[in-house]
């Protein structure tokens, strides 16, 4: 590997069969980019350019990591949410394109105050702050989550309360005009059924949830939510859609009104809303 124009056939030939073509050549322009700073179009106008030594030694690593089934966003410690640049490590999820849907889908309320519950990187705090005027305020239980969100909340020159606590020790939260969560939901039993790559690195107290009880996040802050929320106020989840009805029916039992599933662009039910009365 010597020159730009190398760098593809590259990643193709030595990650052949770990992922579609079209993934691996994805992770091979993520790393251009974050290595040598060349987009898509620079690498193939500079396709001649001449690799240091310095380079080929970190694209060798990058491609080590990605065929030990490694996700590329770990590895190059960053991922794109909603058009936002922001870091990740294994503390935090990888966020994915089904929470940017609900951010999109939240982003057309109107709102002065919100609490993102389970917040992670911070992915859907930073979206909400840097396109909306509202007073944000996010929750994690886990410190080490939070030092990232709050490093990608630096970085993206927005002020966000970042609280430190267990939502399910807590028996009353502040007056908000939204609260949201993408809570843990994955069932325990369902370990055996994900990808190496999701169960090896990305942390499991963000995930996985006891089949016993797969709702416990979802019941305990519906319940502080409308107890919470101001008149008018919303409560957003995105949640697995094996429990869509059962979510929406004790939501509805709880007393919220207007309640609405939402389906992801896969046709998913992945989102849920209710309204305060
Ligand atoms: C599915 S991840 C969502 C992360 C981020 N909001 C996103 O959408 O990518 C769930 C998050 O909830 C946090 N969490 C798990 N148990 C919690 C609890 N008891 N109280 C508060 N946060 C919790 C995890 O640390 C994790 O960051």
């Given at each position: 590997m010597q020159k730009v124009c190398n760098i593809i056939p590259f990643f193709l030939s030595r990650l052949s069969g770990i992922a579609p073509r079209r993934e691996i050549r994805n992770w091979a322009y993520l790393?251009?980019?974050?290595?040598?700073?060349?987009n898509r179009s620079d690498t193939i106008l500079k396709?001649?350019?001449?690799?240091?030594?310095?380079i080929v030694l970190k694209?060798?690593?990058i491609v080590n990591e990605l065929s030990n089934n490694q996700p590329i966003q770990y590895i190059l410690s960053e991922v794109e949410f909603y058009g936002i640049k922001l870091k990740v490590n294994k503390n935090v999820l990888i966020p994915r394109p089904e929470t940017e849907e609900l951010v999109d889908w939240l982003l057309k309320d109107d709102f002065q105050s919100v609490l993102d519950i389970g917040t992670?990187?911070?992915?859907i705090a930073i979206a909400l702050a840097l396109?909306?005027?509202?007073?944000?305020?996010a929750m994690d239980i886990s410190k080490h989550a939070l030092m990232v969100a709050q490093k990608n909340s630096i970085n993206n020159r927005v002020k966000i309360n970042f609280q430190n606590q267990d939502i399910l020790k807590l028996n009353k939260l502040p007056k908000y005009d939204i609260i949201v969560s993408n809570p843990p939901y994955v069932l325990e039993s369902y370990k055996s059924k994900i990808s190496k790559k999701i169960l090896d690195?990305?942390?499991h107290n963000a995930l996985f949830v006891s089949d016993n009880n797969p709702l416990l996040f979802y019941t305990k802050i519906a319940k502080l939510a409308i107890k919470s929320l101001n008149n008018n106020g919303?409560?957003?989840f995105e949640i697995n859609q094996l429990f869509a009805?059962?979510?929406f029916d004790f939501m509805h039992e709880l007393g919220f009104v207007d309640i609405e599933l939402k389906k992801d662009i896969n046709g998913k039910k992945r989102m849920i809303r209710g309204t305060k009365n």
């Open positions: 790393s251009i980019e974050k290595i040598i700073g060349l396709s001649n350019m001449i690799l240091s030594s310095q694209l060798n690593d992670g990187s911070g992915c396109n909306s005027n509202a007073i944000i305020n690195f990305e942390p919303k409560l957003y009805a059962e979510i």
